[in-house]
């Protein structure tokens, strides 16, 4: 139950902020908003508040804003042969694109703004894993040369034959370059204290040792922001992430093409509420990072030039803007229609490897060897 409405209020906050985007916007603007709608049709619930209806909608999906006119924007109609003469000043087509750009691209930058302002807030609180220039010895292999040198677990490997190092690509290569020669390697440990280990890497070893029989990586400390600092620091998170994200949409969708299955890592609306359960145990921390990151997304998804989202609308304005003339109102209207479907296509077919993963009991994510 607690997994169920921890779901609910993530899909709910994502929504709202998105919708609130376009909804401020086309208010400030004084285009009309006929509905705002929590959900997808059929509609469960509504209530008029002056010009705009407000609606909870059975499928819990996602939202909408209808704006007058949004529909028509290509030749300004609604329905069949009825024209647009009431209120024409305030119907979506006719604003200046500028306008209908800013309004399209509000829900987008709304997602973005959310992950800021949560990796902002994590910064400054509990602050940010953060890599740093020194190179830690993580795992030793038993009665390997490391471990036959007194190297131990956590030390952090300063110099090789006195070279300074900061980097685990320097300590591989020079290692490499040293097969079967003893090499001194200065090393500080937990307690701060320094001393000097002479190791000899192996010139013949088992592929999952290396010539050691050491595991390093970088060292990584909690690093905390100032509340002045965290917004930078966080914006630039929010982009490294959404570059990231950008590549996992586009191996996604390749993989798709290229194999016909959806590939393990990837989760639908069943995935994601399970994913939703783990966060919950983990924290607060956990579960604000995992909405940071799921604002994101939708960012993402959203601006891509896939008609019917926020992307393909934006794509048929650029047009207009290029052109100078409308897209037909006809062929945009069949452009969605597709979209949708091919959309829907694709949440079924996340959906279903999300029961076939959840019935077998495999993870959601890879396992790391």
Known sequence: MLTLIAFLLILSVLVLVHELGHFFVAKLFKIKVEEFGFGFPPRVWGK?????????????????????????????KIGVGKKITKDLSRAFFSRPIWQRLLVVVAGVFMNFALAVVIISFIFATIGAPTPVNEVIVTSIVKD?????????????????????IIQSSELISITRENLGEAITLEVKDQKSNVRLVKVTPREK?????????????????????????????????AIKTSFLIV???GSLVGEIVRTGSVPQGVAGPIGIAQLTGEFVHSGIYAVLSFLALLSLNLAILNVLPIPALDGGRLFFI???????????????????????????ALIALITIHDVGRLVSGQPILPEIE
Request: proline share 6%.
């Open 205 to 237: 070893y088992p592929s999952d040792q290396g010539p050691m029989g050491v595991s390093i990586g970088q060292k990584v400390v909690v690093k905390k922001y100032s509340w002045y600092q965290a917004p930078f620091a966080g914006t630039k998170e």
């Open 144 to 164: 390997s040369p490391a471990d036959t040198a007194g190297l131990r677990p956590g030390d952090v490997v300063q110099s090789i034959n006195g070279k300074k």
């Open 247 to 249: 590549a996992g949409v």
């Open 48 to 76: 008029k508040i002056g010009e705009t209806l407000y609606s909870l909608n059975l499928l819990p999906i996602g939202g909408f804003v209808k704006l007058y006119g949004e529909d028509e924007a290509g030749g300004g």
């Open 318 to 344: 650029l047009i207009e803007a290029v052109t100078r003339r409308k897209v037909p109102a006809k062929f945009e209207s069949y452009a969605h229609a597709v979209g949708i479907a091919l959309l829907l």
